[in-house]
């Protein structure tokens, strides 16, 4: 018999894996577009954008929203148009439908951070808080990870408009068992005077600041390696494109194993998440460190990038935790959806410049910028639990 907490886990996290999955097809259907509509890569790089951009712009207005109104309604319906949209790009005649279509994903892809942390904080007890949201962390990088081969799997037994009809379909029986299974689907506790929502200026509370350049700098961070850590291997260690391959997957899967794990340490105390993430997240940036500063073979190389992943990984879901923790109750839905806005834009902000010192012969700065964003990332962390002690966010307009 399943419990109602896998239930709502695996509702959630398919969710989140599908959110993270439809972000994928697009790019990996780039080639075939490419020819259809005989456009620039770059004018296909707009579609990108555009769904990303879109999602990463709503989520806090819609996280207000889910703290006024409740998160089940925008999920059911984010989820739809997500879906619907993506299918419907196999009836596009134009690429200018492609990017209008990919926008409108885009504003059903932006209701699932505000919307499944609202019902995660509702729906699981805090003892299993720290594993559920490892569980949506890593459900949402398996949707990554799976994206590619699916679709390439699919395309070679069909034509592009029918892989997109296909993905997109996938999002309907997800919906529809969110809808028979939402009475299990707790929204945030929310006090009654909490229901006028604390005011947008509080969106400025230094707490939230601070927890948001924790999550841009983070995302910065990682955005370079997975963009460029290829490149610098090759070129700075001189190692082979299939060594420096390796250590890219190892790193993507360190990470992945490492939010589970870092779930399971959530749990188990909440004292000393802080020092968790702290020394952990310096970990990962020493051993990127020294996978740049130190001779080494490919196979070593490969075991740090492999361990830096784990350790990044197993700070996440504390940060998260951490993050909940320093909510007012019954405002999860925009402060995870304004400060989890962080991710995307930290992500999108390096690939160009960290090209840009590649281009100019110092591709051996990338991996040591990027293990100084991490332990500036320490800083505004740290700065945020003071704040969070010292000044708590107000759970209404006074």
Request: charge should be neutral; glycine fraction near 10%; aromatic fraction near 8%.
């Amino acid at each position: 018999m399943i419990s109602r907490y896998a239930k709502v886990n695996l509702l959630i996290g398919t969710g989140h894996f599908l959110s993270h999955f439809y972000q994928l097809c697009l790019p990996t259907l780039f080639v075939v577009l490419q020819r259809q509509f005989n456009i620039t890569f770059a004018e296909l790089g707009l579609a990108v954008v555009l769904m990303t951009g879109t999602s990463a712009v709503l989520q806090t207005p819609i996280g207000f929203l889910v703290d006024r109104y409740g998160a089940r309604p925008f999920l059911i319906g984010g989820a739809l148009i997500m879906s619907l949209a993506i299918s419907a790009m196999a009836f596009a005649t134009a690429f200018w439908q492609i990017l209008a279509l990919a926008l409108i994903s885009g504003i059903g892809n932006a209701v699932f951070h505000p919307c499944d942390y609202a019902i995660l904080a509702g729906s699981i007890p805090a003892e299993r808080m720290g594993r559920s949201f490892a569980l949506h962390s890593f459900a949402g990088n398996v949707g990554f990870a799976l994206a590619p081969p699916i679709v390439a799997a699919l395309s070679s037994v069909m034509d592009w408009r029918g892989v997109l009809l296909v993905v997109g379909g996938l999002g309907l029986p997800v919906v529809a068992a969110v809808i028979l299974q939402s009475s299990i689907l707790h929204d945030q506790t929310r006090k009654k005077e909490a229901v006028s929502s604390m005011p947008v200026r509080e969106l400025l509370h230094p707490t939230l600041l601070l927890f948001f350049l924790f999550y841009f700098l983070g995302a910065m961070a990682s955005g370079g390696v997975l963009a460029w850590l290829i490149t610098v291997l090759h070129q700075v260690k001189g190692l082979d494109l299939a060594a420096a391959s390796a250590a890219l997957t190892a790193y993507m899967i360190g990470s992945s194993g490492g939010v589970l794990l870092g779930g399971w340490v959530a749990d188990k105390s909440d004292r000393y998440l802080a020092i968790f993430v702290a020394g952990l997240t310096t970990f990962s940036a020493i051993t990127i460190l020294a996978v740049d500063l130190v001779p080494m073979t490919g196979s070593v190389a490969i075991g740090l990038m492999l361990a830096s992943g784990v350790g990044l990984g197993a700070s996440r879901t504390p940060r998260d935790v951490m993050l909940k923790d320093a909510a007012p109750p019954g405002q999860i839905g925009k402060v995870f959806g304004f400060v989890s806005t962080g991710l995307p834009l930290g992500s999108a902000v390096t690939p160009v410049p960290f090209g840009f010192l590649i281009d100019h012969g110092h591709a051996e700065l990338v991996l040591v910028l990027a293990a100084g964003f991490l332990l500036a990332s320490i800083l505004c962390m740290g700065s945020a639990k003071a704040s969070a002690s010292r000044d708590p966010m107000p759970t209404a307009a006074e």
